[in-house]
């Protein structure tokens, strides 16, 4: 039962449910062969893939392993902190966040070869969602604030002040305040920032109900545009190549549509959560 699946032009990899986190390898329909254990504790985004090896949060949620997919060498990348959301790869760094004693939480990011934290921003409360690529970093606040940090911040050196992080709109929507909390996403691109907002369903509602969407911003801020509505679940919700896609776990299906908008098509695919 995977936790995770995840593939590149040689081979199928995917982790177990329960197995203590075993990473298995499948190479041109071939044996299905165990690289390894380590990736036990997993959350959404928790797992990542480059063309070398495999990132997760360890057993203890405080350190990220890293496994080579050939080899299944592993080395652990020392954090020492609690962590915290996703996990994202950009170039030769892993970002990712951690919770801090006072509340004040941090994004960070760490060199894949194991070295010092970078720290990147701080931000109030927990850190629910955030997305990284070579353009920077976007997150997600516990007010429903978008926030963003340049480039500069994943280049700079370790020893170097971060630049200031910019606020480029809000979602209310996504607030922790909020009187029924609603579950949101990010993904991004070059050119938008996706925000997926599932509201959660009340003691009495029926559930689920047709009111989850996908909203859309320009990299550099402005407003939300819709570009699908009347959704029943939104999960794993990413940019892939043109295409935005997502899953409905209820459903079983797989949804694609043109990241510059366009026509969405949904494709059958039981267990699409995995």
Same mark, same amino acid.
């Given at each position: 039962?995977? &936790? ?10 995917? #982790? ?5 986190? /075993?990473?298995?390898?499948?190479? *041109? ?8 254990? *380590?990736? +036990? ?15 997760? /949060? ?14 299944? &060498? ?20 892993? =970002? ?18 194991? *070295? ?11 850190? +629910? /969602? ?51 909390? @609603? ?5 991004? $691109? ?5 925000? %997926? =907002?599932?509201?959660?369903?009340? %003691?009495? $509602?029926?559930? !689920? ?17 819709? =570009?699908?509505? +009347? ?7 990413? #940019?892939?190549?043109? &295409? ?13 549509? !043109?990241?510059?908008? *366009? /026509? @969405? ?10």
């Amino acid at each position: 039962c995977p &936790n995770w699946m995840g593939a590149d032009s040689d081979a199928l990899f995917w #982790v177990s449910q329960f197995d203590d986190g /075993t990473l298995h390898k499948m190479a *041109g329909g071939g044996p299905v062969v165990g690289l390894g254990r *380590g990736c +036990s504790r997993m959350t959404p985004g928790s797992l990542q893939m480059d063309r070398d090896a495999l990132f997760c /949060t360890d057993g203890n949620w405080q350190n990220i392993l890293r496994m080579d997919k050939a080899t299944g &060498n592993q080395a652990l990348l020392r954090v020492a902190k609690p962590l915290r959301g996703p996990i994202r790869l950009v170039d030769d760094q892993v =970002v990712l966040g951690y919770a801090e004693p006072n509340e004040l939480n941090r994004l960070a990011a760490l060199p894949k070869q194991g *070295g010092p934290l970078k720290p990147l921003a701080a931000v109030a409360g927990a850190i +629910s /969602t955030f997305d990284a690529d070579r353009a920077g970093v976007v997150w997600l606040d516990q007010d429903g604030a978008i926030w963003s940090l340049p480039a500069q911040a994943l280049s700079r050196p370790v020893t170097a002040a971060a630049p200031p992080a910019r606020k480029l709109a809000d979602a209310r929507v996504c607030s922790r305040a909020a009187r029924m909390p @609603t579950d949101c996403a990010l993904a991004i $691109d070059a050119d938008y920032i996706f925000l %997926s =907002v599932q509201p959660r369903c009340g %003691s009495h $509602d029926p559930c !689920p109900k047709n009111t989850a969407r996908i909203e859309r911003m320009p990299r550099g801020g402005g407003g939300w545009v819709s =570009v699908a509505f +009347s959704l029943r679940t939104v999960q794993n919700m990413q #940019v892939d190549g043109d &295409n935005l896609t997502w899953a409905d776990c209820l459903g079983g299906t797989i949804s694609r549509m !043109p990241r510059k908008g *366009g /026509t @969405t098509h949904a494709f059958q695919a039981p267990g699409a959560c995995w």
